[in-house]
Nanobody, 126 residues
């Protein structure tokens, strides 16, 4: 089992920045892929950014490329999402997720991720 706890969300003006954190516990964090997904009201949950177990490969959705950066600190069992130049369309609940098996090929589909945090709200005012 893996427990994931997100933090860092909040209300920010358009053009501002936030850094989300996801603290993991319960398993060896450094062996599995993790990522960030988001869900806006009335929309399906969507991929934002994912990163391999060793941090060597990342994937970021086109709408946030150049503005968001995903990273991880395996020594701290923590995942991060640095969000800059925020836009109103970034408003959503952001979820941290982890795959259930170690050393997998990186994937962006939410259904491939087995463990989820409770989510943190990000609201960008225009």
């Amino acid at each position: 089992q893996v427990q994931l706890v997100e933090s860092g969300g909040g209300l920010v003006q358009a053009g501002g920045s936030l850094r989300l954190s996801c603290a993991a516990s319960g398993r060896t964090f450094s062996t599995y892929n993790v990522g960030w997904f988001r869900q806006a009201p009335g929309k399906e949950r969507e991929f934002v950014a994912v990163i391999t177990w060793n941090g060597g490969t990342t994937a970021i959705t086109d709408s946030v490329k150049g503005r968001f950066t995903i990273s991880r600190d395996n020594a701290k069992s923590t995942l991060y999402l640095q969000m800059n130049s925020l836009k109103s369309e970034d408003t959503a609940v952001y979820y941290c997720a982890a795959e259930g098996s170690p050393f997998r090929v990186l994937r962006t589909t939410p259904s491939r991720y087995d463990y989820w945090g409770q989510g943190t709200q990000v609201t960008v005012s225009s």
